[in-house]
């Protein structure tokens, strides 16, 4: 599974999404709940003006209700690498959803025989806010471009002239891994794990230690495991996250927390080895008792193999 589909599987979760939301744009404050949000499609297609079609994909895009007194649109976007065009990107977000937003409003003038002609759209129709932001989850410390004016060829000594020219396009970088304790610990959902582990990850014996004593307990198992595994390469998660799936459903109840999942997995490991062994002797019994004795079938040396070893 590729990195970005899975950073995009835990953060298209309501909860998750809200949690990363108010953290990072309201200092954890509870602006919006999962109940506030709807999933929009990630693939849009709109004609502008002139009839020309166009499609754009985004990671996760939202609904959210009750932000700031408005329906507002929120996309997100997951970067590993620093994105060199991410400003003239996030306008082209931007442009597109406002743009589908005049659409829909001039198709709905012309059904109500309502044209505003060379207006547009009449003065009442407003269109709803749109606002994105950037999950960086590199190691590189995102500097530059973080806005429009990071990605133009200026000297250095005429920005002020040019800023008078130019309406410059800022764009919002959470980058995960520098976030302080003081800001991880303001998160509540799932996201706390992948925040605390981008903290950690070059230090191999903290990561160990804080998910063998890691309480929290997890809504999306899949998803956080997916994640991980992504972001390290750690083929431990996968194992992991295979296993958790083939656990039986009361076992799985009981395997919500990191620490108790991680138990689980290991003496399920250890139980398995057991019976492999056991097999392995019985097996090795079995084949004794038939080196010994050419008139025992191969059925009748496991079945006299297992009344002994059970």
Same mark, same amino acid.
């Given at each position: ?5 899975t ?66 649109l ?30 829909? !409003?001039?198709? +709905?003038?012309r /059904? #109500?025989?309502?044209s505003?002609?060379?207006? @547009?759209? &009449?003065?009442?129709?407003? *269109? ?17 471009p ?59 014996? !903290?990561?160990? +230690?804080?998910? /063998? #004593? ?6 999306? @198992?899949? &998803?956080?495991?997916?994640? *991980? ?23 799985k ?56 070893l059970?």
């Amino acid at each position: 599974m590729e990195p970005d589909i899975t950073e995009n599987n835990l953060i298209e979760d309501a909860d998750v999404f809200a949690d990363i939301v108010n953290v990072n744009l309201f200092d954890g404050d509870n602006e919006i709940t999962e109940k506030d949000i709807r999933s929009m499609p990630t693939v849009s297609s709109y004609k502008d003006l002139d009839g020309t079609l166009h499609k754009q994909i985004r990671d996760v895009f939202k609904l959210v209700y009750n932000l700031g007194g408005c329906i507002a649109l929120i996309g997100c976007e997951s970067q590993q690498d620093v994105n060199r065009i991410m400003p003239v990107r996030d306008m082209g977000y931007t442009y597109t959803a406002y743009m589908k937003q005049i659409q829909e !409003k001039m198709a +709905e003038n012309r /059904k #109500n025989k309502n044209s505003a002609y060379a207006k @547009v759209l &009449h003065e009442d129709q407003k *269109l709803m806010p749109v606002a994105t932001f950037i999950l960086y989850f590199g190691e590189v410390k995102w500097e530059k471009p973080l806005t429009l004016m990071d990605m133009l060829d200026i000297p250095e000594d005429k920005g002020d002239f040019w800023k008078r020219l130019i309406n410059d396009y800022p764009i919002h970088v959470i980058s995960v891994a520098d976030q302080p304790e003081t800001v991880r610990d303001k998160y509540k959902s799932d996201f706390r794990i992948i925040a605390d582990y981008m903290a950690y990850r070059n230090d191999k014996d !903290k990561v160990k +230690e804080y998910f /063998k #004593n890691n309480d929290h307990e997890l809504m999306h @198992v899949e &998803h956080v495991l997916d994640l *991980l595994h992504a972001l390290s390469g750690d083929s431990r998660f996968y194992t992991i996250r295979q296993k958790y799936e083939d656990m039986e459903e009361s076992k799985k109840g009981e395997s919500k927390k990191m620490c108790l999942l991680l138990d689980a997995i290991e003496e399920e490991g250890i139980e398995k080895g057991r019976t492999e062994e056991k097999e392995a002797n019985i097996e090795k019994l079995a084949m004794y008792y038939m080196n010994n004795d050419s008139d025992l079938s191969k059925e009748q040396a496991f079945e006299m193999a297992r009344a002994i070893l059970g």
